[in-house]
């Protein structure tokens, strides 16, 4: 028996002979599948209809095409595999309907990115994995191709949230681990900490639990440094102090109280340093200014009017 011979053989064993003319044919110009040669069952209407496989250059988008899929006249419904060759595009996975997808499936673009898990009109929704171009990958729920609900995303640097997310966006509670150890636990809005929460810093060793605003603390807030060993309770504007404040020492003596904006002292103020001094009163530009009281180490004190940090005079 020759090659050719058992070929058609082995052809005639899979696909009956009262259907053979339906076998092979290239799609009609008016087809979005024109140009593409397609092998299987057809339906009434020359439409791909059962189990068949499209292939061969597509005169509408000019690419090569491969498809693999359970025709129901025309489109393709059930577990289908169909590739783009030409721009690498692919989908493995389960359709309904008019060539929608719908239930589980992984969607490769090189442009794009990866996502696999669930799908509901076409849509991403449900549990499913999303590596987009730059290599960062959210694990968790979607709705309507959207993180929504519960799910993580590393970043490429290795920065980590792990929490709450509504239409794509960070919202609610959440852990966001920075790629050198910070982190903020707490509330989210519109992708960035607002809200209640908490902040470590691993290097510095800064520890603020308060309000935020925009990634910045704003409002009141409790700062304690293990590097400088004290404890700050104040008020904060954009990252700073703004407002009254009160600072202990480690070991709960006081050691600040007053008005600070910024790092600028003003008002009146208790400020005591490290090496003993210790100023009560008026400043001005974080130095004393008007009346006030001035301690040092052995007792001695100066009590009456300065002007920018000088003794005037009692």
């Not at 489109?75 to 719908?102: A, P, T």
């Not at 990115?113 to 509901?120: H, L, M, Q, V």
């Amino acid at each position: 028996m020759s090659r050719d011979s058992l070929i058609i053989l082995l052809f005639f064993a899979f696909f009956p002979a009262t259907h053979c003319e339906e076998y092979t044919k290239i799609m009609e110009p008016t087809s979005r599948y024109a140009g593409l040669k397609y092998l299987g069952e057809l339906d009434e209407n020359g439409l791909p209809h059962g189990k068949g496989k499209l292939f061969g250059l597509c005169d509408v988008d000019k690419h090569e095409h491969l498809a693999h899929c359970n025709f129901v006249h025309g489109h393709c419904q059930g577990y289908v595999e169909i590739h783009d060759l030409s721009s690498k595009v692919s989908y493995i996975g389960y359709m309904q309907g008019e060539n929608v997808r719908h239930g589980y499936g992984k969607y490769i673009d090189p442009k794009d990115g990866t996502y696999e898990g669930n799908w509901a009109n076409d849509r991403k929704s449900g549990f499913g994995i999303n590596t987009d171009k730059h290599g960062n990958q959210y694990i968790g729920e979607h709705k309507d191709n959207h993180p929504h609900g519960n799910g993580k995303i590393i970043y490429k640097d290795s920065t980590t949230y792990y929490g709450d997310w509504v239409d794509g966006l960070k919202e609610g509670n959440g852990i966001l681990v920075f790629a050198n150890g910070d982190y903020y636990i707490g509330e989210f809005k519109s992708d960035k900490p607002e809200g209640i929460g908490g902040t470590i810093s691993m290097n510095t060793g800064k520890r603020i639990f308060g309000e935020f605003k925009d990634f910045r603390v704003s409002g009141l807030a409790i700062e304690s440094n293990t590097t400088q060993n004290t404890v700050r309770i104040g008020e904060y504007k954009n990252d700073t102090i703004h407002g009254l404040l009160v600072e202990r020492a480690g070991d709960g003596k006081l050691r600040m109280m007053g008005q600070l904006n910024g790092f600028s002292k003003s008002g009146v103020i208790l400020d005591i340093n490290t090496d003993g001094t210790g100023y009560i009163g008026e400043v001005k530009n974080a130095k004393p200014h008007g009346r006030g009281i001035l301690t040092k180490p052995g007792g001695l004190e100066l009590i009456g009017n300065f002007e920018n940090g000088v003794f005037i005079n009692p």
